[in-house]
C-alpha cells in the first residue's frame, strides 16, 4: 500500500487561501504579537516599536475605564513579562531560521506519533498532523539545511506508520463486523 493522502492546501497558502476560509481567524492575535519582519535594506535606526506596542495597549487598557485601575504589583508583573518577551526574541533571532523551523517539525512528527499510539488511534488528528509536516518538508525542500535530508526521512517513516496503523484499525474493525 503507498501514502494517498496529500495536503493540496498546503501550495495555495502563499497565495492568500487559508484553510476554513479567505483570512486567518487569529489575524488579530498575529499582528498584536508578532514584530515586524524587515530585510536587510530597511531602515534599522528607528526604534523596534516596543515601546508603541505597549503604549497602544495601556491605550487600550485606559480605555476600559476607571474599573481597569493595575495596583503596583501588577504593574510590575506585566513590565517583567514585556522584558521576558523581549529577551526571548532577542533570543530567537540569534537562532537561523531553519533551526527553528526544523524544531517545529520534529514538533509536529511527534503530534502525530503521539495521536498515532493512541488507542484507538486517531486517525484524523495524526494525518493533520503528517500533512502539517509535509507541508514544511516538501514545500521548503534543501531550504531546511543540513537536516532536510533527516526530516525527509521522518516524513516518509510517519507516513509509512500511518498506512500501517490504518491498515490495522481498517482490519479490525472488519474482523468485528464479520464476527
Not at 488507542?119 to 498532523?129: F, K, N, R, T, V
Not at 526521512?153 to 464476527?179: H, M, P, Y
Request: with cysteine; net charge negative.
Amino acid at each position: 500500500m503507498t501514502w494517498t493522502h496529500v495536503a493540496p492546501h498546503c501550495a495555495n497558502t502563499a497565495r492568500g487561501w487559508w484553510p476554513g476560509g479567505s483570512h486567518p481567524h487569529f489575524a488579530s492575535i498575529v499582528v498584536a504579537r508578532v514584530a515586524p519582519v524587515t530585510d536587510e535594506t530597511s531602515d534599522t535606526s528607528s526604534d523596534s516599536g516596543t515601546d508603541s506596542e505597549y503604549d497602544a495597549i495601556n491605550e487600550r487598557l485606559a480605555g476600559l475605564g476607571d474599573d481597569a485601575e493595575l495596583d503596583d504589583e501588577t504593574i510590575d508583573a506585566v513590565e517583567e513579562a514585556q522584558r521576558a518577551m523581549a529577551d526571548a526574541r532577542a533570543r530567537l533571532a540569534d537562532v537561523p531560521a531553519e533551526v527553528v523551523v526544523t524544531n517545529h517539525v520534529m514538533g509536529l512528527y511527534e503530534l502525530a506519533a503521539i495521536h498515532l499510539s493512541g488507542s484507538p488511534p486517531d486517525l484524523g488528528q495524526a494525518a493533520l498532523a503528517i500533512d502539517a509536516v509535509a507541508c514544511l518538508v516538501d514545500g521548503l525542500g534543501d531550504r531546511l539545511g543540513p537536516e532536510a535530508p533527516t526530516m525527509n526521512d521522518a516524513l516518509n517513516n510517519i507516513r509509512l506508520a500511518f498506512v500501517q496503523i490504518k491498515g490495522s484499525v481498517e482490519s479490525a474493525a472488519d474482523d468485528d463486523t464479520a464476527d
